[in-house]
């Protein structure tokens, strides 16, 4: 790319779009990053999307759409539910489904996108995600590629470089990148330390004991 391409990236600060996003810069685009406060308990992944986007120079919007949990009920990440611990294969991790999450944030992001003329947005959807979340998976990636390239005078397009990935792998080209995960947060408790029982730090722990690699972040 002679002028670089402009591309907006969903950053919540975890560890999967914090691959994406240094992938993205790998790749030669000039990064916008995105990150939204949706009212989630672990608003904690913020502080470190804003540490990250700092260190890297990285122009970065942190959006408070908190506000529309007068509308989203029932996810565990949101409302006074506990959050269940164990794998996402498991039909208790069901509770940790936010409603429609990723058309909201695809809807902004591309919003955000044509005002910048950038020509892509980059998200963090993988395998990993498609047995719980409906919004992962690829049908639904398929659909919103569509609506995005024709919703506005300038086509947008939905960029999903890990959708057939898991976590495990994602993590294998990231430590190939040189990443430092420990500027990463993925624990759905957002207290002091990761609890390493919830969903998230269950994967989380597996990619990194599948990676022969000790996970830099402390743990309860």
Excluded at 68 to 91: A, C, F, K, R, V
Excluded at 162 to 185: A, N, V
């Amino acid at each position: 790319m002679s002028q670089k391409e402009k591309a907006v990236v969903i950053y919540s600060g975890g560890m999967d779009s914090f691959t994406v996003l240094n992938l993205a810069r790998k790749q030669g685009y000039e990064v916008f990053a995105l990150t939204f406060n949706y009212g989630q308990k672990h608003v904690k992944e913020v502080e470190y999307a804003k540490s990250v986007c700092q260190q890297l120079d990285i122009p970065h919007k942190v959006i408070d759409i908190s506000a529309i949990n007068q509308l989203l009920g029932g996810s565990s990440l949101t409302d006074n539910i506990e959050i269940p611990e164990g794998h996402y294969e498991e039909d208790n991790m069901k509770s940790t489904v936010v409603p429609n999450r990723n058309m909201i944030l695809l809807s902004m992001a591309t919003a955000y996108a044509v005002s910048l003329k950038a020509a892509k947005v980059f998200y963090g959807a993988h395998a990993g995600d498609h047995a719980i979340y409906p919004d992962c998976r690829p049908e639904f990636v398929e659909k919103m590629k569509a609506v995005c390239a024709i919703a506005d005078y300038q086509p947008i397009e939905i960029v999903t470089p890990y959708l057939h990935h898991s976590k495990t792998e994602i993590l294998t080209d990231g430590l190939k990148m040189g990443l430092d995960y420990s500027k990463t947060w993925t624990c759905y408790n957002g207290r002091e330390k990761a609890c390493g029982k919830c969903g998230a730090c269950t994967e989380r722990l597996e990619a990194f004991s599948l990676n022969n690699t000790p996970d830099p972040l402390p743990y309860e």
